[in-house]
């Protein structure tokens, strides 16, 4: 009996590999995401903030858009506008109207938001560390190719209309 199957307590095999794989995957990342979202809680940030914060480190001194955010997100979500705000109202980030364009509205982490980040940067450093200690970095070179061949095979899904 495979490891996901003696996991999750799954008598019957999988109908395909492909199949177990996938529910590995997912049950893979539940497994991982659970210690990560709750030392976020702790400070009182979602995974989805946290990437935020991450991403406009990233940016610099000349931040971005929502738009360019919402690009590099792990995770896709509806309103980083609301999203944004919450985190402008804890002072992690700033907004401001870009100069060359009024439409376009910059963000940037603020001193606050990159004090957090150093602050959750070593638990979260040394998680990943040890849940990858017993992979060789080969074997986490091929794991990172086969996660991006996934990702470029996966269609897009359409989104359901409610309209009847």
């Known amino acids: 009996m495979s490891g996901i199957r003696k996991e999750i307590q799954q008598q019957r095999p999988f ?6 794989a ?4 997912l049950r893979t990342v539940a497994v991982i995401s659970a210690p990560i979202e709750d030392v976020l809680r702790k400070h009182d940030l979602t995974a989805t903030q946290y990437n ?7 940016a610099g001194d000349s931040g971005w ?9 792990v995770q896709r979500e509806p309103d980083i506008t609301r999203l ?35 602050t ?20 986490i070179q091929r794991l990172l190719g086969i996660l991006d061949e996934i990702r470029a095979s996966t269609p897009s899904v359409p989104v359901e209309n409610d309209d009847g």
């Open 15 to 20: 109908p395909t590999k492909p199949e177990e």
């Open 22 to 25: 996938l529910v590995s995957l």
């Open 52 to 58: 935020v914060l991450r991403i406009l480190r990233g």
């Open 65 to 73: 858009s929502c738009k360019e955010i919402g690009e590099r997100l």
């Open 84 to 118: 944004l705000g919450r985190l402008e109202k804890r002072g992690l980030i700033s907004r401001k109207r870009d100069p060359g364009d009024r439409r376009s509205v910059r963000s940037r982490i603020t001193a606050r938001g990159l004090a957090l980040l150093e």
């Open 120 to 139: 959750l940067h070593p638990v979260l450093s040394q998680w990943a560390a040890q849940w990858f200690q017993r992979i060789q970095e080969t074997d």
